[in-house]
């Protein structure tokens, strides 16, 4: 459908309408990675805020696209990652339950993917020496947590008023509010937000003009040859060395997610370094079932995938391709506004 860019489409199983065969609509975009570029697109190129796939191609001019990484769905923050989300270095969503991500860098021999976990940890130090670990990014403030939240999330912290927040500019602590919540977030600095236990440290070691340091740390396993472009949170891992690996995935996943039949968004790596994204209709019995993990887990294989990892699935699942949703989203609303997604644009 483009140079560097083939559009499989599969209709298997059985294709007549009797109720209760097992019928499967996938789409297959094969990505050649000398040819194309694979980018990040963020709803409203914010933190929070939800998108459709369709809109976030069309504002970046991406030939084909597929839905990204889990989301929260509802409140204040919709839209904000439920899960790791790193980019250009800069962990923008704290990993979640140990589960991996999808790393992709554009490289002078072209785009490069990898299937990986990332550990991470982050911590501040006030300038009395005092130091504390950061809980979370850029996300809802819990009980007793500090809360480090940076200018890629939104305006604001969006954070009620049960709190106390520090500004931090160039290591600077320029303004400390207590009590007042969703404190604007400097251009180039950081807001730390702390509730409980974590706000009563806050005010005991983080004044105004006084200065802080930050320290964060993000280690990739397997190690990765490059440095990401990003990383984009999902799980569980489908493919590793060219078998299934979803049954040794840590990640926590229920029963009901794992071998029941679901809407499914996938993304592999071939051994030849080509990507393939993929997609699996579910949930309407006359188009198609869906796939358990294994199912999945299969397909990929079957696609050619040494590695795989699944991403966010469900109602999300989305295939863009020259501007038209090419599958057919579960939704009874139709395609669903998300957190992120994967754009295929050409060199």
Excluded: C
Aim: glycine residues 14%; charged residues 20%; hydrophobic residues 40%.
């Amino acid at each position: 459908m483009a140079p560097g860019v083939e559009h499989i489409a599969i209709r298997r199983g059985d294709v007549s309408e009797k109720l209760g065969a097992d019928r499967w609509s996938i789409h297959v975009l094969v990505l050649d990675p000398s040819r194309v570029r694979l980018d990040l697109g963020r709803a409203m190129d914010e933190g929070v805020g939800t998108e459709t796939v369709s809109s976030m191609a069309a504002r970046h001019g991406a030939v084909a696209a597929v839905n990204g990484g889990y989301f929260r769905t509802t409140g204040l923050y919709r839209g904000e990652p439920a899960g790791l989300l790193e980019v250009s270095g800069r962990v923008l969503s704290e990993p979640s339950r140990k589960r991996p991500g999808f790393a992709v860098v554009d490289s002078p021999g072209g785009i490069r993917g990898a299937v990986v976990t990332v550990d991470f940890r982050a911590e501040v130090a006030a300038e009395d020496g005092a130091t504390r670990t950061i809980d979370g990014v850029n996300r809802p403030r819990g009980d007793d947590e500090l809360i480090l939240f940076t200018p890629e999330f939104h305006r604001t912290t969006l954070t009620g008023p049960g709190g106390v927040e520090a500004a931090v500019v160039e290591g600077m602590v320029t303004a400390v509010r207590d009590g007042e919540g969703s404190a604007s977030i400097p251009e180039g600095g950081y807001v730390l937000s702390a509730s409980g236990a974590a706000g009563s440290w806050l005010r005991g070691h983080i004044r105004a003009s006084r200065t802080v340091s930050l320290k964060a740390a993000a280690a990739a396993s397997p190690e990765l040859g490059f440095v990401p472009d990003f990383i984009l949170g999902g799980g569980p891992v489908l493919v590793r060395a060219g078998k299934p690996a979803a049954t040794s995935e840590p990640g926590a996943y229920d029963e009901g997610f794992s071998l029941k039949r679901h809407p499914r968004t996938a993304a592999g790596v071939r051994s030849d370094g080509s990507l393939v994204l993929v997609t699996v209709d579910g949930r309407q019995p006359l188009i198609s079932v869906g796939m358990t993990i294994a199912e999945l887990e299969a397909l990929m294989v079957e696609l050619g995938s040494v590695e795989a990892i699944n991403l966010d699935g469900g109602g999300s699942t989305t295939m863009v391709v020259r501007g038209r949703v090419v599958n057919a989203p579960s939704d009874a609303s139709g395609e669903r506004p998300v957190s992120d997604a994967l754009l295929v644009s050409l060199r």
